[in-house]
């Protein structure tokens, strides 16, 4: 860093060398440290976000592709093979023993059960997504009004001086003049 | 051959009490009427101590013709704007410049949108307009950027008689206590950057000087949010006596300028700052970060800074303040400055500005 001073009798690069000068000689005596020095210059000012314009492309993403998080349930589901044209042959096997197969359980409960599951997963998906929504907003807002509470502190403190600096005032005049 | 205008008046979105522009308006209207003109000023928003120096708005279609000249002190999204747009009169731009959006993101997007859309506004406004007037050589730039064809220089006003009234005791008292003062004046907006003020003032204190307080004198609000943020900001870095005094009345920002030592700003973003013309008026030494029109307004005084390392800043602060040398240097140009600023005849230079369409 430099600066300008228009007189000519400011040797600029002078007062600059004292200047670096005297803050490593700070650090050397341990009145400044590095963590505080860049505690200071590199603290952020965070950026306010609008709780209303928090957008979620969560929900659209998870939806977009349901085979990855979702199963799709039908009474047809638990007779598929994924074997290519032997799997096929076996399917048919299946549905033809399928009458069989019935005379020792009853899958349909089960098919019933496992498709309304299905259903279930996909809205749990929208509920925590828009839970999710709603509590970040929330927080947000809680953050707000924290905000608005300690402003109003502060300027309660800053109001609270002026009027006792007002009453010394007052009271100053009040005072008999010393003899 | 027509006859050479006798109606001057002058239209704005707000006329406010204490406020720069209120002021420049108010002394274009004397020394206009004092050259002979007939000259009002037109407002869609009046402060109620200012109310019998305005007329409203609505009033403007009574004077307005084709042989008016119509002074519009631009501002964005205005409906002092749109009505001298459609208007027949001769229009004047006087532009104090428009913030960048970019500076509000974040902080408020609503302001952020106004400022956009205000510079494609003013952009618009180009070929409707026989002369534009910059308050400072770093506006008129910006004019010239936007499209404007006859474009001049039309420096603020000081009103420097304001600045002997005597300084709120009150506020004199709160803030007199032996500590060194550091002052900003200025609204608490994202492009004054205050965080940086804050962070540099945390730097002096810790490091040079314990009993030190940074004054910030200006409204926050509409940016209650911005300034949660640096409440925050002096929370994080624990400092001291921060004082966010919010909107303060004459006698109180007189009171600041009295109690305090040193003038700092390190503004990202000003197209003219009359408070750093006033700190100079005081007597403070002014340190400012070289952006915008600051060096212009300055008039080669104070100190210049090409950046704004926190500590860097913190110890030339000290130094200015302790090395007496460096002091009356400094002080030696803001005599310097301030000599010139007085020298302006504000009268004479108006109508030589206004000459091209007075004529």
Not at chain 1, 38 to 44: L, Q, S, T, Y
Not at chain 1, 66 to 84: K, M, Q, V
Not at chain 1, 94 to 119: C, D, G, H, Y
Not at chain 2, 59 to 86: M, N
Request: net charge neutral; proline share 5%.
């Amino acid at each position: 860093m430099t600066f300008r001073i228009e007189d000519g009798s400011v040797d600029v690069e002078k007062v600059m060398r004292d200047v670096r000068e005297r803050i490593a000689e700070k650090k050397r005596r341990g009145l400044l440290t590095d963590p505080e020095v860049r505690e200071i210059a590199g603290h952020p000012l965070h950026p306010v976000l609008e709780p209303h314009d928090l957008k979620s492309s969560l929900l659209g993403e998870v939806l977009e592709t349901p085979s990855r998080w979702n199963f799709a349930f039908d009474p047809e589901a638990i007779y598929r093979s994924s074997r290519g044209g032997a799997g096929r042959a076996l399917e048919a096997v299946r549905r033809w023993l399928r009458p069989v197969q019935k005379l020792f359980w009853n899958p349909t409960p089960m098919i019933a059960a496992l498709s309304r599951q299905a259903e279930l997963n996909a809205a749990y998906a929208h509920l925590l997504h828009n839970l999710t929504l709603e509590v970040t907003r929330l927080s947000l807002e809680v953050q707000d009004l924290k905000h608005r509470a300690l402003q109003m502190q502060a300027r309660a403190e800053f109001q609270a001086r002026r009027n006792k600096t007002l009453e010394e005032i007052v009271l100053e005049g009040r005072r008999p003049p010393a003899e | 051959m027509s006859a050479a205008p006798r109606r001057v008046h002058q239209l704005l979105a707000a006329l406010s009490y204490g406020d720069a522009i209120g002021n420049e308006a108010i002394a274009i209207q004397e020394h206009l009427r004092a050259a002979g003109f007939e000259s009002d000023i037109f407002a869609e928003s009046v402060h109620p101590r200012m109310a019998h120096l305005a007329r409203p708005l609505w009033e403007y279609a009574d004077v307005s013709s084709p042989e008016t000249v119509c002074l519009f002190h631009f501002s964005i999204g205005s409906a002092a704007g749109r009505l001298i747009f459609h208007a027949p009169d001769r229009l004047v731009a006087i532009y104090h410049n428009i913030t960048p959006a970019h500076f509000f993101l974040g902080f408020h997007p609503h302001l952020a949108g106004l400022c956009y859309h205000g510079r494609r506004e003013l952009a618009a406004f180009a070929p409707r307009t026989e002369l534009a007037l910059g308050d400072s050589e770093y506006n008129r730039r910006e004019l010239e950027a936007a499209g404007y064809a006859r474009t001049g220089v039309l420096p603020i006003v000081l009103d420097l008689g304001a600045y002997s009234a005597p300084p709120s005791p009150v506020t004199r008292a709160l803030h007199d206590d032996g500590r060194t003062n550091i002052l900003f004046v200025g609204r608490m907006i994202p492009n004054k950057r205050i965080d940086d003020l804050i962070r540099t003032f945390a730097a002096y204190q810790k490091g040079f000087n314990r009993e030190s307080r940074l004054i910030l004198a200006g409204d926050y609000r509409g940016h209650e949010r911005y300034f949660a943020r640096l409440q925050e900001l002096v929370r994080a870095l624990r400092v001291d006596e921060v004082a966010f005094t919010g909107h303060v009345e004459h006698d109180e920002l007189m009171a600041c300028y009295a109690v305090s030592d040193l003038f700092l700003c390190l503004s990202e973003h000003e197209g003219f700052g009359v408070p750093l013309l006033e700190a100079m008026v005081f007597g403070l030494p002014v340190i400012a970060y070289d952006t915008g029109a600051v060096a212009e307004t300055l008039r080669g005084g104070g100190v210049l800074l090409d950046e704004k390392d926190p500590f860097d800043v913190a110890a030339l602060i000290d130094r200015v303040l302790g090395d007496d040398s460096l002091r009356a240097a400094v002080m030696r140009t803001q005599a310097r400055a301030l000599a010139a600023v007085r020298a302006v005849d504000f009268g004479a230079l108006l109508l030589q500005r206004l000459a091209p369409v007075l004529r």
